[in-house]
């Protein structure tokens, strides 16, 4: 037996459960935990997660599921950031940009973090948004792209459907995602504090996050 072993069974016996490893986490884990924080409408789901995304410095938008509507505020976005660049993943919903708006970079597998770097910005859509923690939860999927493309471009314009994307908990944004497939969590934008907790943004990802709650019903 390894001290790992020895460790992990010591803190299984102080949980109450079984020294030995499960058979299976599915069934030999006790899930009995809360699921979420007391109960909330959908439009009280929606509205906690714009308070927590504003809270963590995310500008927040909302617009109606309409082509001209939401294809307009992005252009709009764009447009205020003075981008005359935009990263866009390989199936980013066409309606979502506009052909007059800035130039579109395909996103590359050869594409050098040198090369994104010069990229002004990126839009994607998302897997999951939490409202609890104000988290925007990419997968990798075919409309948010590679990871590096929204780690690497200084502003970042994520869409989120709402409500089908949105969900109160972790938990219950666990139970969405597919494990395998390459996570990132986002709560607002790239931030570090010194000793002096001095604030300094765009340290590891984009400097500015715009989110955009697009209404579909």
């Given at each position: 037996m390894s001290?790992?072993?020895?460790?992990?069974?010591?803190?299984?016996?102080?949980?109450?459960?079984?020294?030995?490893?499960?058979t299976t986490y599915d069934t030999d884990i006790d899930r009995g935990y809360l699921r979420e924080h007391g109960e909330r409408t959908v439009a009280q789901t929606v509205?906690?997660?714009?308070?927590?995304?504003?809270?963590?410095?995310?500008?927040?938008?909302?617009?109606t599921h309409t082509d001209d509507e939401l294809g307009l505020l992005v252009m709009r976005l764009l447009a205020e950031?003075?981008?005359?660049?935009?990263?866009?993943?390989?199936a980013l919903p066409a309606h979502w940009l506009s052909s007059a708006g800035p130039t579109r970079v395909h996103d590359q597998a050869v594409s050098t973090a040198r090369q994104l770097?010069?990229?002004?910005?990126?839009?994607?859509g998302c897997a999951v948004a939490i409202a609890e923690t104000g988290t925007i939860?990419?997968?990798?999927?075919?409309?948010?792209?590679?990871r590096r493309i929204t780690l690497v471009p200084d502003?970042?314009?994520?869409?989120?459907r709402v409500p089908d994307q949105v969900v109160s908990s972790v938990p219950q944004a666990l139970s969405?995602?597919?494990?395998?497939?390459?996570?990132?969590w986002i709560s607002g934008p790239s931030a570090t504090s010194d000793i002096e907790l001095d604030r300094v943004e765009g340290v590891h990802g984009p400097r500015t996050l715009e989110v955009v709650l697009v209404s579909e019903g």
């Open positions: 001290g790992r072993d020895v460790v992990l069974g010591r803190v299984r016996r102080a949980l109450g459960g079984p020294s030995a490893p499960p509205e906690l997660l714009a308070e927590n995304l504003a809270d963590y410095r995310a500008v927040v938008h909302r617009c950031r003075g981008a005359r660049t935009v990263l866009v993943p390989p770097d010069r990229v002004d910005s990126v839009v994607t939860v990419l997968d990798g999927s075919a409309d948010q792209g590679r502003h970042h314009i994520c869409v989120v969405r995602l597919d494990p395998t497939r390459p996570l990132t």
